[in-house]
């Protein structure tokens, strides 16, 4: 793991291996770090198993197989996360949606997660949806 920090925001690059769950994996690192506003800068590897759920859907779709990750992105922060995954397989076709848990990594997933240290990311229902919306404050 390394880190870089220029002004109010810290890169964060890390690797998960064969077997690791990529949900978790990005959690734990979240958590372990304490990242409090954290987001996806960029992605790449591959699964083995692939587990999202598309738009609009309640349950999550999954598969199993060789994927490459294309894709991912999103908001992290130790109080909750929101990530979305495209990947493609052997032919090229490529689907995307939720990350959910049991995506497992087939070789790699090498991850750089960007971090704001000026702010804080939580997930609060607002009203506007049924879910648990971002809300960003400015740390005091």
Not at 4 to 26: C, E, Q, W, Y
Request: glycine share 10%; net charge negative.
């Amino acid at each position: 793991m390394q880190s870089l920090i220029n002004g109010n925001t810290v890169s964060h690059a890390f690797r998960l291996k064969p077997g690791h769950d990529l949900f978790n994996g990005i959690r734990e690192f979240v958590q372990e770090h304490q990242i409090e506003a954290g987001f996806i800068i960029t992605c790449v590897g591959s699964l083995t198993r692939f587990n999202l759920r598309f738009a609009n859907q309640s349950e999550g779709t999954s598969g199993n197989g060789h994927f490459e990750i294309v894709s991912l992105s999103g908001t992290v922060s130790k109080n909750g996360n929101h990530i979305h995954m495209s990947i493609s397989d052997s032919d090229g076709k490529t689907i995307g949606g939720h990350l959910l848990i049991d995506n497992i990594i087939y070789t790699t997933a090498e991850i750089v997660i960007g971090e704001n240290t000026d702010l804080i990311f939580t997930r609060e229902k607002d009203g506007t949806t049924p879910w648990e919306e971002l809300n960003i404050r400015t740390k005091a």
